[in-house]
T-cell receptor, first 107, second 112 residues
C-alpha cells in the first residue's frame, strides 16, 4: 500500500520562502511528483524527482531522499498567486496522491 | 491545443439515475485515468487504462464502470449513483502512465 503524508495547511508572507514536506511509505518507488492546484481548478504539474537531490525550476525547487522516504517542495519569493494546494504524489506503476497542503500567502 | 475535455462540468442528479461523464484527450496518450477528489482525502484513483481495451481498478472502483474502446475516449459510468458518490471528478492522461499527468477541468457531481 501507499501512505503519503504532508501538512494540511501552511501560511506565509508575500516574498518569503515556504517549504512543504512530504513523507511516504510505499510498496515501491519509481518517482515523486509535485502538482499545484488552485481552488476550483485542475492540478498542474510542477516537478518530478526520480533520483536523490535537488531539482530547481525558477522559484520552485524539489528535493528527494529515497532512503528516508522524504521530499520537499521549496517555494521562494512567494507571490499571492502561489496561494494554492500542493499535492505530493508517488509513482509506482500508478500515481498515488497525498491529501495536499493548502498554502495561503498573505500580503 | 493539447487538452483533456470532460463533460458535463457540473451535474445534479438523483439516486439511481444512470449517468456518464465523458472524457476525451487529443494528445494521443496511451494512459488515461479517473480520480475523485474529496476534502481531506485528496485525489483517489477510480479506474485507469493503459491502452485501448485495457482497463483496471484503482483504489476506489466500487459503483463505477469504465470503457476504453478508442484511444482518445475514456468515459466514467455510474450505473446507479448514490449520495456517497457526490464528489469532484477528474480525468487525466499521460503518454505512458509514468510521466506527467494532464488533467481535465473536473466534473462536480451532486447525487441527491
Amino acid at each position: 500500500g501507499q501512505n503519503i503524508d504532508q501538512p494540511t495547511e501552511m501560511t506565509a508572507t508575500e516574498g518569503a520562502i515556504v517549504q512543504i514536506n512530504c513523507t511516504y511509505q510505499t510498496s515501491g518507488f519509481n518517482g515523486l511528483f509535485w502538482y499545484q492546484q488552485h481552488a476550483g481548478e485542475a492540478p498542474t504539474f510542477l516537478s518530478y524527482n526520480v533520483l536523490d537531490g535537488l531539482e530547481e525550476k525558477g522559484r520552485f525547487s524539489s528535493f528527494l531522499s529515497r532512503s528516508k522516504g522524504y521530499s520537499y517542495l521549496l517555494l521562494k519569493e512567494l507571490q499571492m498567486k502561489d496561494s494554492a494546494s500542493y499535492l505530493c504524489a508517488v509513482y509506482y506503476y500508478k500515481l498515488s496522491f497525498g491529501a495536499g497542503t493548502t498554502v495561503t500567502v498573505r500580503a | 491545443e493539447a487538452q483533456v475535455t470532460q463533460n458535463p462540468r457540473y451535474l445534479i442528479t438523483v439516486t439511481g439515475k444512470k449517468l456518464t461523464v465523458t472524457c476525451s484527450q487529443n494528445m494521443n496518450h496511451e494512459y488515461m485515468s479517473w480520480y475523485r477528489q474529496d476534502p481531506g482525502l485528496g485525489l483517489r484513483q477510480i479506474y485507469y487504462s493503459m491502452n485501448v481495451e485495457v482497463t483496471d481498478k484503482g483504489d476506489v472502483p466500487e459503483g463505477y464502470k469504465v470503457s476504453r474502446k478508442e484511444k482518445r475516449n475514456f468515459p466514467l459510468i455510474l450505473e446507479s449513483p448514490s449520495p456517497n458518490q457526490t464528489s469532484l471528478y477528474f480525468c487525466a492522461s499521460s503518454f505512458r502512465g509514468a510521466g506527467e499527468l494532464f488533467f481535465g477541468e473536473g466534473s462536480r457531481l451532486t447525487v441527491l
